[in-house]
C-alpha cells in the first residue's frame, strides 16, 4: 500500500506541471444555462440527498470543468453500475461546447458553499488519522490543490464522499483508459481497507467547518 500510494503521488507531482489551458468561463452566461441543472442541485448548488446530487457550489471552477468534460465524453458516468454518473451524464450533455461548460462551472464555482449536514455514522477523530493519506493531494484542510489535480472535499456531502471513494475502489470511477486524474485517485481510495474507514474519512471532512 505504502508504495502505491507513494506512486500516486509521484504521478500526481508529474502531472501537475502539464496542465491544459481552457476557455475563460464567463459566469453570468454559465447562470441562465445554470437552470437545467436547478432540479437536481438546487438554485443554491448545495445539491440534494434525495436526488443524489453533489454540492457543486463553491467547488473549483477547473474541477467542475473537467468533471463536465469527463461525463460528456463517458470518460465517467459511462460504466454499467454507475446509476448516478447515468443521472449526470445526459446533463453535462446539453452543454453545447467548451464555452458553455466553463461558463456554467464559472457560474457554479462563484455560488457561496453550504455546510452540510451530518448523514454518516463515522469516527471523526479515526477518520483524522486515515486521512493523512489524502493530505498530500486534498490538504490538511480538505481545500484542495490545483496544482496537484486534487478537488476540494471539504463542505461536499458525507454520503457522497462515500460514494466516491466506493466507485474509485470499485472501478465504476477512475478505471476508464482516458480518465488520467481518476486514476490518481484510485489507488488511494484503495487505501481505505474498509467502509467503516471510509465513513469515519467523510466524518472527518464534514467535521472541517
Ligand atoms: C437529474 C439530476 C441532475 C441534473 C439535472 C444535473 N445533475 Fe449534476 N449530478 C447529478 C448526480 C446524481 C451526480 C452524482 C454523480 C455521481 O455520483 O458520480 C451529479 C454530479 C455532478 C458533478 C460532479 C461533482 C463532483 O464533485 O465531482 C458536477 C460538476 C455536476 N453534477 C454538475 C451539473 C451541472 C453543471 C448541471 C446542469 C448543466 C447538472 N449537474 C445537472 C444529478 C444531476
Ligand atoms: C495522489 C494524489 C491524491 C491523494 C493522495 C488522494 N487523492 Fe483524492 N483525488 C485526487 C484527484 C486527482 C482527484 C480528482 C479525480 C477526477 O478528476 O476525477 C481526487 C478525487 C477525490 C474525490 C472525488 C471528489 C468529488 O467531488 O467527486 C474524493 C471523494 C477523494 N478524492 C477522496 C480522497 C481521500 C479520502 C483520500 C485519502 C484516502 C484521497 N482522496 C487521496 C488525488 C488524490
Not at 445554470?34 to 474541477?63: M, R, S, V
Not at 456554467?104 to 449536514?117: E, G, N, Q
Request: glycine share 10%; aromatic share 6%; with cysteine.
Amino acid at each position: 500500500m505504502k508504495k502505491l500510494v507513494t506512486t500516486g503521488i509521484a504521478l500526481a507531482l508529474g502531472l501537475g506541471m502539464t496542465m491544459t489551458a481552457s476557455a475563460a468561463g464567463d459566469a453570468a452566461k454559465g447562470k441562465a444555462l445554470f437552470a437545467t441543472c436547478i432540479a437536481c442541485h438546487g438554485t443554491d448548488g448545495a445539491g440534494n440527498k434525495a436526488l443524489n446530487a453533489p454540492a457543486i457550489a463553491g467547488q473549483e471552477e477547473w474541477y467542475l470543468e473537467r468533471q463536465l468534460k469527463n461525463f460528456k465524453e463517458g470518460i465517467r458516468g459511462a460504466d454499467a453500475k454507475d446509476v448516478y454518473g447515468a443521472q449526470m451524464r445526459p446533463m453535462a450533455m446539453t452543454l453545447i461546447n467548451d464555452q458553455a461548460v466553463a461558463d456554467v462551472a464559472a457560474y457554479a464555482a462563484s455560488l457561496p458553499a453550504k455546510a452540510a449536514a451530518d448523514t454518516v455514522t463515522g469516527d471523526a477523530a479515526a477518520g483524522k488519522a486515515s486521512f493523512a493519506v489524502c493530505i498530500a493531494c486534498h490538504g490538511a484542510d480538505a481545500a484542495g490543490n490545483k496544482a496537484l489535480n486534487a478537488p476540494k472535499l471539504k463542505g461536499q456531502h458525507d454520503w457522497y464522499i462515500v460514494r466516491q471513494i466506493k466507485n474509485f475502489k470499485a472501478g465504476i470511477r477512475g478505471a476508464n483508459p482516458k480518465d488520467i486524474y481518476g486514476a490518481q485517485m484510485r489507488p488511494m481510495a484503495m487505501t481505505v481497507a474498509t467502509d467503516d474507514i471510509a465513513n469515519n474519512i467523510a466524518a472527518y471532512i464534514n467535521s472541517l467547518k
